[in-house]
């Protein structure tokens, strides 16, 4: 379990050094980035992603079949994480204290609300999703200034 800031950042640290991949290249989606924001105050594993040349590396060490139509995702157990392939079009950032970046909050909201709607994710993972999804759909609206149509 995270429960702070520098837990995450210690978290990848970790992993990096397990599997030799550079902290510039991970990006950090999330949990762990609900909590780097301060919009979460735990989470249970770290979700990763790297870009395509350590992650068929990863994939191929893990012994993970990447398929090309499916979201490949490899449990990397010995760093509690789960690390898929970076998406180029998703935008990232690197928040003060990092050295990784982290998906901004439109992604962000893409992923929780893609995990949501999987009938297969149990309910009170569900249910933590719907908060993750409430808090940055209002982050949103904030940023972009965005007002109710009366």
Not at 74 to 87: F, G, T
Not at 108 to 126: A, G, N, W
Request: net charge positive.
């Amino acid at each position: 379990m995270y429960k702070s800031k520098e837990d995450v950042i210690e978290a990848v640290d970790k992993f990096s050094k397990l599997t030799n991949i550079p902290k510039e290249v991970i990006v950090i989606g999330g949990g762990g980035a609900m909590l780097l924001r301060g919009l979460r105050g735990t989470t249970a594993d770290l979700n990763l992603w790297v870009n395509e040349k350590y992650f068929k590396e990863l994939a191929v060490q893990q012994k993970v079949v990447n398929h090309p139509l499916v979201d490949t995702v490899v449990n990397v157990k010995d760093a509690n994480a789960w690390v898929r392939q970076y998406n180029p079009y998703f935008e990232a950032e690197v928040l003060g204290g990092c050295v990784f970046s982290t998906y901004k909050v439109l992604p962000m909201l893409v992923f929780y609300r893609s995990s949501y709607q999987e009938h297969i994710r149990p309910v009170e993972k569900r249910l933590k999703d719907h908060e993750c999804i409430v808090k940055l759909n209002d982050l949103i609206s904030v940023v972009n200034k965005v007002k109710e149509v009366a």
